[in-house]
């Protein structure tokens, strides 16, 4: 998340906290002056931060679709819900990685994911360039080495050594193997 983002949150936070205080946020309430005049505020912080995403995913669209090296782009059919309930599910408690968590929960959701795919779609129309989405099961779990799945990879692990072939992995280009095989592995189906 960029800074000027996380400045945005913070401040929609603070006002949505602000806006629950006031009167006028119940239902059937008559709102008052100053909550009609925080929401405005809130509305436009919001926009803002949909101005970035927007921005952000034209760029990120732009420059995977420029690129020559590669005609195929080849994605995970992410459902941010899933994603995110994946993260909330995760067992260690602790402090920190509760933090991690929530931080981590808000980057998939601040990224935007959907719309990144269909901008992605839309400008590839455009280009010789094809994109498709594979199922995202087991991406990171499965060692792209020897297929064995590794049941114990906790999100935080960005690096491991698969149990059955011993063969150290990065989580996000073992993962990236996996979704390229996986797709060209459902072509030869
Ligand atoms: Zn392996």
Redesign the pocket.
């Known amino acids: 998340m960029t800074k000027l983002m996380q400045h945005h949150n913070n401040n929609l936070k603070i006002l949505n906290k602000k806006l629950s205080l006031k009167k006028g946020s119940k239902k059937g309430e008559i709102k008052s002056n100053s909550y009609i005049r925080l929401h405005k505020q809130y509305n436009k912080i919001y926009s803002k931060i949909s101005n970035i995403r927007n921005y952000r995913n034209h760029m990120i669209a732009n420059s995977l679709l420029n690129n020559n090296d590669y005609n195929t782009i080849i994605l995970e059919d992410l459902s941010v819900k899933k994603m995110t309930e994946r993260t909330k599910n995760q067992t260690d408690h602790s402090k920190q990685n509760t933090k991690k968590k929530r931080s981590m929960r808000r980057n998939i959701l601040d990224m935007g994911w959907y719309d990144l795919y269909s901008k992605l779609q839309t400008k590839a129309k455009k280009t010789t360039k094809n994109v498709f989405k594979v199922n995202p099961a087991y991406t990171s779990k499965t ?1 792209s ?4 799945i590794n049941h114990n990879l906790k999100l935080s692990d960005r690096e491991w050594t ?1 149990p ?4 150290y992995l990065n989580r996000d280009i073992n993962a990236s193997i996996n979704i390229k095989n996986s797709f060209f592995n459902n072509l030869e189906k």
């Open positions: 060692c080495n020897c297929n064995h698969c059955n072939c011993g063969k």
